[in-house]
């Protein structure tokens, strides 16, 4: 398990790049992460009840121009191995609601390693380079650029997730089974939440229409696996 952790940590850290410093290949999707990384700790279902959960209930607040919204892909990457450390002692539906219900401030820290990331790429830059125009140049500041993201990445993420996972096993055990029973329906209410907001949104009917569709398949799919 510990060897899972550290991987996905690695992994989480590199997909979370995709939001923002590398690829945009929309690997960093929340849903998309909890597959990968419930794969790599051996727990797909619990991953995606994560992932899903996440993913539909930020889906109405993307990155529009210079405003960064919480982020919900360095959630992802911390609560997916926390939930199935959980699952360890308890069913997935539960384990996944109490990764949510503690790892869901995280997004705040995602948004601050985010814009703290970009701030500080600045000192890459040389004002005075005489050949700060050419392609050396530029490569060279780009490489520096993405190996600073992921340490910063791997550094919190990495602290942050292994912080989470000694809590959870800290207190699996012992967690009263009516709080494991009201932790189980977070996940279908972030679902739904998630859906809620795109009702009230300004979308067309298909729009609206296909993503209801697709967020309910996703809870029955979770519920008939589980």
């Known amino acids: 398990m510990i060897a899972s952790i550290i991987i996905s940590i690695i992994i989480g850290s590199i997909l ?9 290949l929309m690997l960093s999707r929340p849903v998309i992460i909890g597959c990968i990384l419930g794969f790599i700790m051996k727990d797909i279902k619990t991953g995606l009840l994560v992932g899903a959960s996440l993913e539909l209930l930020w889906l109405n607040d993307p990155p529009v121009g210079t ?12 609560a997916t191995p926390v939930a199935c450390t959980a699952a360890m002692f308890m069913p997935s539906p539960p384990a996944a ?8 401030p995280t997004a705040i820290l995602g948004k601050i390693l985010d814009s703290h990331i970009r701030r500080s790429n600045v000192r890459f830059l040389h004002t ?15 490489k520096k650029a993405i190996l ?3 340490f910063y990445a791997l550094l919190v993420i990495g602290s ?13 055990d012992s967690l009263p ?8 329906y977070l996940p279908y209410i972030s679902i739904l939440i998630g859906l809620a907001g795109i009702v009230r949104s300004q ?24």
């Open 67 to 78: 405003y960064i919204p919480q982020d919900d892909s360095f959630c992802a990457a911390v």
């Open 16 to 24: 979370w790049l995709d939001r923002t410093f590398l690829f945009q």
């Open 148 to 150: 600073g993201a992921f």
């Open 177 to 184: 089974d009516f709080l494991e029973s009201a932790l189980s």
């Open 97 to 104: 609601g109490l990764a949510l219900f503690i790892s869901i």
């Open 128 to 142: 005075n380079h005489p050949g700060k125009y050419t392609a050396d140049y530029i490569d060279s500041v780009m």
């Open 203 to 226: 979308r067309s009917v298909k729009t609206t229409a296909f993503a209801f569709c697709m967020g309910i398949s996703v809870v029955i799919l979770i519920r008939w696996v589980h």
């Open 160 to 172: 942050t997730t292994i912080g989470l996972c000694f809590i959870v096993h800290l207190i699996g």
